[in-house]
């Protein structure tokens, strides 16, 4: 079902930077981290995006009730614990509910993450900016700053030789097909006990969101391209 196929270099610049500020948010679905403050715009370019230039959004966060399945993609009929999206909108639209209109108006990079089994001795330092804070925010509507470079777990995972990519939809708002999907295949490892405090947040009603993720969703036609240097 996967066609290899060569791109241009993928190009991403400003996500794990020291600069500016982050915050990690509660919206009463999911956590989710923006970057702000006296910072340059985090972009990705190159690769299926063609000619042009999108610009970080937000990255959020997908889980399950156990660490064995909570990712939206999976890869041979592999699951995951966790899945994060790195959403972008495509700078030549003025806003981001424009991109939703646009096939090519916005461009997500998905993370997959997986518990390692074993005690709680250790952990993914880097993910901790993000873990360690979590608690913080358990209601809806709280968040909390976190450190500015809180997205540099990403960086190993995206030096990888190879990524998949599709067209799909933006799986928030209306569900429309406006998205460059691209998924690192390269797997985070995470302990049990970062992931739960996740299923500790709370919704709108106050009550644990246990589960967040949407199913996998039927090929219909798409086609998914493997991209190799």
């Not at 209306?174 to 691209?182: A, G, L, P, Q, R």
Request: charged share 20%; aromatic share 12%.
């Amino acid at each position: 079902m996967v066609r290899p196929t060569r791109f241009p270099p993928l190009i991403l610049n400003g996500h794990w930077l020291k600069d500016g500020n982050a915050t990690l948010f509660n919206d009463g679905k999911k956590a989710i981290i923006f970057l702000n403050g006296d910072r340059i715009p985090s972009t990705v370019s190159g690769g299926p995006l063609v000619n042009d230039e999108y610009e970080f959004y937000n990255a959020h966060f997908h889980w399950g009730e156990n660490d064995c399945r909570g990712a939206e993609h999976t890869i041979n009929g592999t699951w995951f614990s966790m899945e994060c999206h790195l959403v972008h909108w495509n700078q030549k639209y003025l806003t981001f509910e424009e991109c939703l209109k646009h096939r090519d108006g916005l461009c997500v990079l998905a993370y997959l993450f997986l518990v390692q089994s074993g005690s709680c001795d250790w952990s993914n330092v880097q993910f901790e900016k993000i873990s360690e804070n979590v608690k913080h925010i358990q209601n809806a509507g709280s968040e909390i700053k976190i450190p500015a470079n809180s997205l540099s777990w990403m960086r190993v995972a995206t030096d990888c030789s190879s990524y998949y990519t599709y067209h799909g939809s933006y799986n928030a708002e209306s569900n429309s097909e406006c998205v460059t999907w691209i998924v690192f295949p390269a797997i985070i490892p995470i302990q049990s006990c970062q992931l739960n405090e996740f299923r500790k947040l709370k919704d709108k009603n106050g009550e644990f969101i246990k589960s967040n993720w949407r199913d996998v969703q039927p090929l219909r036609g798409r086609q998914i391209f493997l991209a190799v240097s």
